[in-house]
């Protein structure tokens, strides 16, 4: 039975209330099913032992309903079950337009921020429909299906109040494409590894104050990336090669950064990495992750010492979303069905290229640019972005 078709027919709201246990659905369907009703919805949800199982049925002719409520009640009752039978016409009212999947992220989530998220969300226009829940650790994570407004207010309001709150909120539109975004590309200093590459050679070198310094003034957009790189590759002249494969052992990943790529790959997505750091190091974490996708500068090595300088194309803060753009077409991935993850403002023309940017425990010059910000520290409460539940996560075997 359509829509149109329920429109204006009677119907009953069946709710039933309890302890949870197996079973109860499909007696409440068999229940039902003795006189003869359509099913219009169903609802239903599970909370700490405790279940709510709402259907939606079309009313049974003649005199039949009083005895549809009393063996209702009654089956009810037999299982220490609460039943409630609301009258009423029609199906749920249609929902407005504009739909958003709104999530919330939060470590921890409070009652007084969920109360503004959800203000917030009624003062721009918007109706809450369903709400879910994502995941309960390493963060919570929440879903408000929304519809009556636009996604792009919506997002906005939702920004200037996440900020004021100290949660992570992001907004995407809703529809088919939101899971057929098959490609993530990600920055790899503070966002796929907890280190800054650059930083650690330096280490070696014996100018790592030096170099941080001017590292953290190009991320917070004060320098030229090109002009940064060169001075503070300058500094690594003499270094014997030997050092990169200490380099390597050093590279921390950060949390959750394995269980978001073995479960993007399990899900058919293609994953890359696009660097301002050096490929002596994204070549090794693409061989050790499975990697579809690497690009990043190359240190110059002759007779077993870095020169200082580094050779080929430059990947910069517009090299980075031009790398995007080739990944995207050797993927066969359309541009808006992508995700760029990255925390600098080197990386803000990727996330704004990107069907989804995202912004990683960024500076605030990026999280205001980016569509979302997540500020926790694990990499994969991303997958939370993109609607995937960590319960399918866990029931893969890749948390």
């Known amino acids: 039975m359509s829509a149109s078709q329920t429109s204006d027919v009677p119907t009953l709201?069946?709710?039933i209330f309890g302890k949870d246990r197996p079973g109860i659905t499909a007696g409440l369907f068999d229940t039902l099913a003795a006189y003869s009703v359509d099913v219009v919805d169903?609802?239903?949800?599970?909370?700490?032992?405790?279940?709510?199982?709402?259907?939606?049925v079309t009313q049974p002719a003649g005199a039949a309903e009083g005895e549809l409520r009393a063996t209702v009640h009654s089956w009810a009752e037999s299982l220490r079950l609460q039943a409630e039978i609301l009258s009423g016409t029609g199906d749920n009212r249609p929902r407005g337009s504009g739909r958003s999947h709104?999530?919330?992220?939060?470590?921890?989530l409070t009652a007084e921020s969920t109360a503004a998220i959800a203000a917030r969300i009624t003062s721009t226009g918007g109706n809450i429909d369903r709400i879910f829940r994502l995941a309960k650790y390493p963060v919570t994570a929440v879903e408000f299906a929304v519809s009556g407004v636009e996604t792009g207010p919506?997002?906005?309001?939702?920004?200037t109040e996440a900020a004021q709150i100290g949660v992570d909120v992001a907004v995407v539109s809703a529809g088919l494409h939101r899971r057929a975004q098959r490609l993530v590309v990600m920055d790899v200093d503070s966002t796929l590894i907890q280190d800054e590459v650059i930083e650690l050679f330096a280490a070696h070198a014996g100018c790592e104050a030096e170099v941080a310094e001017v590292t953290e003034r190009a991320m917070r957009g004060e320098l030229d990336f090109e002009q940064s790189l060169h001075a503070r590759v300058s500094l690594l002249a003499g270094l014997d090669a030997s050092v990169v494969d200490k380099v390597?052992?050093?590279?921390?990943?950060?949390?959750g950064a394995r269980t978001l790529i073995r479960t993007l790959k399990s899900l058919g997505y293609q994953v890359g990495v696009v660097s301002g750091g050096f490929t002596q190091v994204t070549d090794d974490l693409q061989e050790r992750l499975g990697l579809d996708f690497a690009s990043a500068n190359t240190l110059e090595i002759v007779d077993g010492k870095?020169?200082?300088?580094v050779t080929g194309e430059i990947v910069d803060r517009a090299g980075k979303a031009r790398l995007l753009r080739r990944f995207a077409a050797e993927a066969g991935v359309p541009l808006d069905q992508t995700v760029a993850i990255g925390d600098g403002a080197n990386d803000l023309d990727m996330l704004n290229a990107a069907g989804l940017g995202v912004a990683f425990n960024a500076k605030p010059v990026v999280r205001e640019a980016a569509h979302?910000?997540?500020?926790?520290?694990?990499?994969?409460?991303v997958l939370y972005l993109?609607?995937?539940?960590?319960?399918?996560?866990?029931?893969?075997?890749?948390s």
């Open 13 to 15: 709201l069946v709710k």
């Open 42 to 56: 169903i609802e239903q949800v599970v909370t700490r032992g405790r279940i709510v199982l709402c259907a939606l």
């Open 102 to 108: 709104v999530t919330v992220l939060g470590h921890p």
């Open 154 to 159: 919506l997002r906005t309001a939702l920004a």
């Open 248 to 255: 390597r052992a050093e590279v921390r990943l950060t949390p």
């Open 306 to 309: 870095l020169t200082g300088r």
């Open 372 to 381: 979302t910000a997540v500020n926790v520290p694990f990499l994969d409460a």
């Open 386 to 398: 993109l609607g995937i539940t960590r319960e399918e996560v866990e029931a893969a075997g890749l």
